[in-house]
């Protein structure tokens, strides 16, 4: 699987040649200055915000993962395909290759801790043949803070993204196949009471006209290079004819207002889709890390306050109404317990943005404690003692809004219940029970595979929660059929079949692919509220956007000499005509228009559910256009050419001539 590029190297390899970058580098040296407010002054340069139609607006990774520690392919949606689009493999794919610019993916800090501890893989046990055993002359080896040797039956998974698809050796399967089977629970929580919700990113919003979501992102040389004014300032931009002028003097203020309104064409849709989820009995929903992109940069950061204040507002408002539950989840690079300096500074900025993100919301109190910050502890750096206690000292420099909203969740790769709970117990902090991870990171000694064992410590988990007084939370997601080894299991399946055993009053946030449809698919199959409400949707047809109205193409004619008797009757019709008004050309009515808020809404019918493996269907059909002349069949007794062109006379004697010029020239070629 491609790793995911530091800062540094993905804005050298997605900046014009032209276009100087300088991006800072992080080191331990002084900590970067704090974030400094800007205005909210506007330069006047109106951006399209569309990704449809300006190559510079990406879509964020992280909103179309499961969530954001799921990184293999395969769990998100191929753009190329919804688009209908031909892959190109000069042009960096922000979704595909997961390359970010976030200081956060600072990937020479951990994967260097990781190559010092973890066990080898297939490629370097065959002579370091392969990516895993590849080394870069500059890269370093990092010994870890400390040598204490971790149990060899404990799992040594440290890579955060640890690729479930890697093939796996026949150890590693035998071991999967040794394994005792689940002890699944089998309690539905039935009738539901409580709220499912789904992360970031709608996928029939996303492709509804015009697209509708929250994690428009950009680069970090697009930012640069909106620094500069348009060749045109009297001209909207355009993506050829009306650029940036780098010749011209930059300005970083320019540049910030590019960000801002992408940042507010992000916010501005969150009223909408939490509409759209009210509608379809949705009440829980994700909010993605990169709705404000660079946020927390080192450099290119910036305070959300004053000029997100009014819109952030607006969408607590809207969320209050509706009764709508929001959280975070920042991503796996925000870890508090490494032991590299740069990596400590870059979460607390992190972690201070996401706390700023949902303080602006201005929820009433009891939403605004439920608005959490849902954390990982991350890489275990080969001694987890050290590293509890690093995140314990981390953890005390916090500002209290962010204690306030922090819970940590048991993951899939290093940190179980058992080892998280006595540490959220210790420093009240609730904690979040993901059934997926659960089922792959556990401790054996005291507990079995599967849903029924853990039944068990839900009074302690849930006292977690309610010592704080925040609505506890819980995750679900299942792993793909074919997954055999833990680390194949941790790629989720797009849907999930059932229910976990939880209180039939919990809040639980479905992790899937296919986000709102997984939740659908849950409604439909246990009957739940809401679930009469939903549709399927007609396969690349939607109803509920207005399509662009074009007037009659008129036909122009090349005017024929009139003999008079027609010019006669011409001046006898228009006489009698005089008083009608029916000289006027008539034009079609347009259609019907749908209202503002009816866009994107399913249409009276709700058909907004597409099936498994179907997504398709939230796209038009690709219109193929066949060249000129393909399948075209010759008239009788006629020679049509390549480009469907009857054979002239002329064109055999031009053929001909061209025919006899080059043999004569070959001719002449050969005597010399």
Known sequence: MPKRKSSTALAQ??????????????????????????????????VSMNPD????????????????DADTKDERMDLDKMFNKEKDESVPSLVENGDSDTPLSELSDIESLVKATAPPTKASKKGGKGKAAKETPNEKTVEPATTKKADAKEPQFLDPEADGEEEADEEEIKAALSRPPPVNSDVLPLPWKGRLGYACLNTYLRFSNPPVFSSRTCRIASILENRHPLSNPNEPPHATKNRPDKEKPASVRRGQDFVEQLCLANVRDIPKMLRWNDRYGIKFMRLSSEMFPFASHPEYGYKLAPFASKDLAEVGKVAAELGHRLTTHPGQYTQLGSPRKSVIDNALRDLDYHAEMLSLLKLPSQQDRDAVMILHLGGVFGDKEATLTRFRENYATLPQGVKDRLVLENDDVSWSVHELLPLCE?????????????????DATQIREGTKDIIDLYPRILATWKRKNITPKMHYSEPTPEAITGRQRRKHNPRVATLPPCPNDMDLMI??????????????????????????????VRKDDNKPVKPPASKKKTPRKKTKKQIKIEEQNDEENEDDNDSTASTPEPPSLISENEIGMGGPDGRVYWPPGQEHWLRPVKKIVKPRGENKKAPPGKEVDEQGRIVTAAMRRRRVKEEEERVNKLQKEGEG
């Open 426 to 442: 210790e420093l009240n902090i609730p904690l979040v029970l993901d059934y997926h991870h659960h089922n792959i990171i556990f």
């Open 13 to 46: 390899s997605t900046a014009s040649p032209d276009l100087p970058i300088q991006v800072p580098v992080v080191g331990d040296g002084p900590p970067a200055p704090k974030r400094v407010a800007r205005g909210s002054r506007s330069s006047g340069r109106k």
């Open 53 to 68: 139609k300006n190559a510079n607006i990406l879509d964020a990774p992280e909103a179309f993962r499961a969530s954001p």
């Open 511 to 540: 992790e899937a692919k296919d986000k709102e449809q997984a939740v659908f698919e849950l409604m439909r199959t246990f009957k739940l509220p809401g679930f009469e409400k939903i549709n399927d949707m007609l396969p690349h």
